[in-house]
């Protein structure tokens, strides 16, 4: 579920095109049973790559374990018993591990003062903590082969709005992560990523269907009845979106491409690229705005066209 306040847009999808590898190596990939995860297992194992694909259910297990190229691995990133079997299993391979695909999420869409404390900390648990537990868990396989760290964020975590601040605050969360830990690990030769994409189908939305429904029901006589209903009625549009092919584009490009970016935006209309960027630009006026060191216009578009030349 990204940004499903955009959900009534046209959808007309930009795509990065994918770099042939080739390379026959090893990715492991959370969240893969369905969606983007299933789509980033796909795409790299269609490559020739060898793919773990990480998911909880043995159907799904099963089912991913017939895809020629890869083998499901049960994984649940909040089960430290899980992921540590998970390593062994890697490990036993002999493959090695060129590559960690961090997509497994969840999200919770409701006002800030009324959502549950106890489904804020599983959101965080998954969202969150689970990236942390599954990258320092597999660490030092990814540092002796100087490989990956991809991390599947969102355009929420650059926007946030009304009934969004859970899942935005999470995601927000993650573009923290993505930054630190590639100052840390890009000294040991590894390269992280993070991929931040716009509406697409995905497990995350359907599974945010009914939770949507029962948090509108439980904001009966409240406030937020009438804005919760109305977003009842936007997840209904859920079908609209389109499929996720150009978030795995992505995603093999950060992981095998000799430069990949730092930040991937992918969204399939435009207006979703425009109200992100604007954000960002907003955020760094805010910044700016009326303090002992103010920039000036001047110095600021100076600041924008370094940053551009930097990352052409």
Excluded: C, W
Aim: aromatic share 6%; hydrophobic share 45%; no cysteine.
């Amino acid at each position: 579920m990204k940004r499903l306040l955009l959900a009534a847009l046209a959808i007309t999808a930009p795509s990065l095109a994918a770099q042939p590898s080739g390379s026959g190596k090893a990715v492991l990939v959370t969240g893969a049973s369905t969606g983007i995860g299933r789509a980033i297992a796909e795409a790299l194992a269609a490559e020739g790559h060898f793919v773990f694909a990480g998911a909880r259910k043995a159907a799904d297990l099963e089912a991913l374990g017939r895809v020629p190229n890869m083998r499901g691995i049960k994984l649940d990133v909040t089960s430290a018993t899980d992921i540590a079997a998970a390593v062994e299993t890697v490990r036993a391979s002999g493959k090695g591990l060129h590559g960690l695909v961090n997509n497994a999420g969840i999200a919770i869409v409701a006002p800030l003062t009324e959502v549950d404390e106890r489904e804020l900390q599983n959101l965080f648990d998954v969202n969150v903590f689970g990236p942390y537990r599954v990258t320092k868990a597999f660490a030092p396989l990814l540092i002796e082969a100087k490989g990956r760290v991809t991390t599947v964020s969102s355009i929420s975590g650059i926007l946030s709005g009304p009934l969004f601040g859970p899942y935005s605050m999470s995601k927000h969360a993650v573009e923290a992560f993505g930054d630190a830990l590639g100052a840390e690990l890009g000294r040991f030769g590894v390269k992280v990523s993070l991929i931040e994409p716009g509406n697409y189908k995905s497990e995350i939305g359907l599974n945010t269907v009914a939770q949507v429904e029962a948090t509108a029901k439980r904001l009966t006589g409240t406030p937020y009845e009438q804005p919760m209903k109305n977003m009842v009625a936007a997840m209904g549009r859920y079908h609209t979106y389109p499929e996720p092919t150009d978030v795995a584009r992505a995603a093999v490009h950060a992981l095998f491409d000799p430069n990949p970016k730092v930040r991937y935006l992918v969204v399939p209309a435009p207006i979703q690229a425009e109200v992100t960027i604007k954000k960002a630009i907003e955020e760094m006026v805010q910044l700016n705005q009326q303090h002992q060191f103010s920039f000036s216009r001047d110095a600021l578009i100076k600041m924008l066209d370094e940053a551009l030349a930097r990352h052409p």
